[in-house]
Nanobody, 119 residues
Framework: QVHLVESGGGLVQPGGSLRLSCAAS????????MAWYRQAPGKQRELAASITSGVDTNYPDSMKGRFTISRDNTKNTVYLQMNSLKPEDTAVYYC?????????????WGQGTQVAVSS
């Protein structure tokens, strides 16, 4: 089994920054694409950022220039640096990874970490 554990969420004022981390553990042969999603109250889960195994990144327009996704393959960890945070960034943030493990490649999700942007 593979487990993803997120950390780094919290309360921050508008304009502030946070850095989220998500580490995978378990029987891992290789981690392919990694991503961060978020879900605000009453809204559908949406992509916040993604990064391929070749380190190509993708961001929705609302996150471009403010969010930066990165990965450390030696630690099976993905990061999300969030700058210039806005109240509308308030959400639960989930990491997602495509992992080759026993039985073949599968998608795994973290438990989520709360980010609140408020003055």
């Amino acid at each position: 089994q593979v487990h993803l554990v997120e950390s780094g969420g919290g309360l921050v004022q508008p304009g502030g920054s946070l850095r989220l981390s998500c580490a995978a553990s378990g029987v891992i042969f290789r981690v392919h694409a990694m991503a961060w999603y978020r879900q605000a109250p009453g809204k559908q889960r949406e992509l916040a950022a993604s990064i391929t195994s070749g380190v190509d990144t993708n961001y929705p327009d609302s996150m471009k220039g403010r969010f930066t996704i990165s990965r450390d393959n030696t630690k099976n960890t993905v990061y999300l640096q969030m700058n210039s945070l806005k109240p509308e960034d308030t959400a639960v943030y989930y990491c997602n990874m495509d992992v080759s493990t026993i039985g073949g490649p599968r998608q795994f999700w973290g438990q989520g970490t709360q980010v609140a942007v408020s003055s």
